[in-house]
């Protein structure tokens, strides 16, 4: 099993930055890719960004060249980096990871409890 922590939202003006973090924790398990997703109130969960064991990253066409998301292998921990915060960044905040034991290959889904984003025009 793997818990997972997020902290890092919160409310900000139009074109300011907020840097979100999700930590993982539990026994015995890999992190294959660690994500970034988002769900406004009424709409479905959207991927916002996601980064590859190896560090390859992938971003949705509305935050590219704003979010950066990055990771820190060593502290099983996630982050993403927000700037140029607008109005329709307003949504919660969820990390994902996925993850399993190696040599079982037992990998899933895991999700955080969600941080809410709330930016002001």
């Known amino acids: 099993q793997v818990q997972l922590v997020e902290s890092g939202g919160g409310l900000v003006q139009a074109g300011g930055s907020l840097r979100l973090s999700c930590a993982a924790s539990?026994?015995?398990?890999?992190?294959?890719?660690m994500a970034w997703y988002r769900q406004a109130p009424g709409k479905q969960r959207k991927l916002v960004a996601q980064?590859?064991?190896?560090?390859?990253?992938n971003y949705a066409d509305s935050v590219k060249g704003r979010f950066t998301i990055s990771r820190d292998n060593a502290k099983n921990t996630q982050y993403m980096q927000m700037n140029s915060l607008k109005p329709e960044d307003t949504a919660v905040y969820y990390c994902?990871?996925?993850?399993?034991?190696?040599?079982?290959?037992?990998?899933?889904?895991?999700w955080g409890q969600g941080t809410q984003v709330t930016v002001s025009s």
């Open positions: 539990g026994s015995d398990f890999t992190i294959a890719l």
């Open positions: 994902k990871v996925v993850a399993g034991r190696r040599f079982i290959g037992d990998y899933r889904d895991y």
């Open positions: 980064i590859t064991s190896s560090g390859s990253t």
